[in-house]
């Protein structure tokens, strides 16, 4: 950092390790403006841990999650080995370098059951677990709660009973109240037609939420159930969110096909992608 305070007309960068990359060294990074990491990854986590040893991986993927936040560049550097060759000449391996979620993001999934949602909380919320994040879980539906287990994330029980817009004035309460960066589980928002019965309502709701979040930087996943909405709806919420994902579990195997990833860019975003657990 003294370097980069020394010669402002030069870029430096340098390789690391990253895992004493934190909040307070970013803040430095975004006053100098002149230093890019690249941050040496071996694959996954099995693979990166196994050379690097246990949880660099996850300190890894939380210094990338700060310089992300703080819109930071950063770069990575990979040692191919005859372990991971195949792994980190892969599309999934790049994808989740590049991308992964973005705060602000709000992420709606398409699915079948309440089981299919559920599964794809899980990984969510156990990165967000090891991120230390605030965490909120909004239960208003009738179904069985999305997070079986919530030890460590505060479950706020919302009446839909009450009406539309009383419903929506306690929801944007608790993400005022929860401020910047939280990280939100809803039930499946399909479940608010027994309680208001109008998909209109429904939009209505998410087009006024999804922006609020998104000012205050946070990630939120919600739910679809698939074939129970107009497709008026299902075009409105599209145009609101940054990510909208059909989610299909067949034979024991799960596929995503994005429908909508909001500025972010590949030749086979589009495409259907199997699901493997290390992603």
């Given at each position: 950092?003294?370097?980069?305070?020394?010669?402002?007309d030069?870029?430096?960068?340098?390789?690391?390790?990253?895992?004493?990359?934190?909040?307070?060294?970013a803040e430095?990074?975004?006053?100098?403006?002149?230093?890019?990491?690249?941050?040496?990854?071996?694959g996954?986590?099995?693979?990166?841990?196994?050379?690097?040893?246990?949880?660099?991986?996850?300190?890894?993927?939380?210094?990338?999650?700060?310089?992300?936040?703080?819109?930071?560049?950063?770069g990575?550097?990979?040692?191919?080995t005859?372990?991971?060759a195949?792994?980190?000449g892969?599309?999934?391996?790049?994808?989740?370098?590049?991308?992964?979620?973005?705060?602000?993001?709000n992420?709606?999934?398409?699915?079948d059951?309440?089981?299919?949602?559920?599964?794809m909380?899980?990984?969510?919320?156990?990165?967000?677990?090891?991120?230390?994040?605030?965490?909120?879980?909004?239960?208003?539906?009738?179904?069985?709660?999305?997070?079986?287990?919530?030890?460590?994330?505060?479950?706020?029980?919302?009446?839909?009973g009450?009406?539309?817009?009383?419903?929506a004035?306690?929801?944007?309460?608790?993400?005022?109240?929860?401020?910047?960066d939280?990280?939100?589980?809803?039930?499946?928002?399909?479940?608010?037609?027994?309680?208001?019965?109008s998909?209109?309502?429904?939009?209505?709701?998410?087009?006024?939420?999804?922006?609020?979040?998104?000012e205050?930087?946070?990630?939120?996943?919600?739910?679809?159930?698939?074939?129970?909405?107009?497709?008026?709806?299902?075009?409105?919420?599209?145009?609101?969110?940054?990510?909208?994902?059909?989610?299909?579990?067949?034979?024991?195997?799960?596929?995503?096909?994005?429908?909508?990833?909001?500025?972010?860019?590949?030749?086979t975003m589009?495409l259907?992608?199997?699901?493997?657990?290390?992603?």
């Amino acid at each position: 950092i003294r370097l980069c305070e020394e010669h402002p007309d030069c870029v430096f960068s340098t390789f690391t390790n990253g895992t004493l990359i934190d909040e307070a060294f970013a803040e430095e990074m975004l006053r100098v403006q002149n230093f890019v990491p690249a941050i040496s990854i071996e694959g996954f986590e099995e693979a990166t841990d196994s050379r690097r040893g246990n949880g660099t991986y996850q300190k890894i993927i939380r210094a990338m999650n700060i310089l992300r936040e703080k819109k930071l560049p950063f770069g990575i550097s990979c040692c191919y080995t005859s372990a991971n060759a195949e792994v980190i000449g892969s599309e999934a391996y790049f994808d989740q370098m590049i991308d992964m979620l973005r705060m602000g993001d709000n992420v709606v999934w398409q699915v079948d059951s309440i089981e299919d949602y559920r599964y794809m909380t899980e990984a969510y919320i156990a990165q967000a677990k090891r991120d230390r994040r605030n965490m909120i879980y909004i239960r208003f539906a009738s179904h069985e709660p999305v997070l079986r287990d919530t030890e460590g994330i505060r479950v706020c029980e919302v009446d839909s009973g009450q009406g539309f817009e009383a419903f929506a004035s306690q929801i944007r309460d608790i993400i005022t109240e929860a401020g910047l960066d939280a990280f939100y589980v809803f039930d499946s928002l399909t479940f608010l037609l027994d309680a208001w019965h109008s998909d209109l309502m429904i939009g209505n709701f998410f087009q006024v939420t999804c922006p609020y979040l998104y000012e205050l930087n946070t990630v939120a996943y919600f739910a679809l159930i698939r074939n129970a909405h107009t497709y008026d709806t299902i075009a409105r919420i599209r145009e609101t969110t940054q990510l909208l994902l059909e989610l299909y579990h067949i034979e024991g195997n799960y596929y995503v096909h994005p429908l909508k990833v909001w500025q972010r860019y590949s030749p086979t975003m589009f495409l259907p992608h199997l699901l493997k657990e290390q992603e």
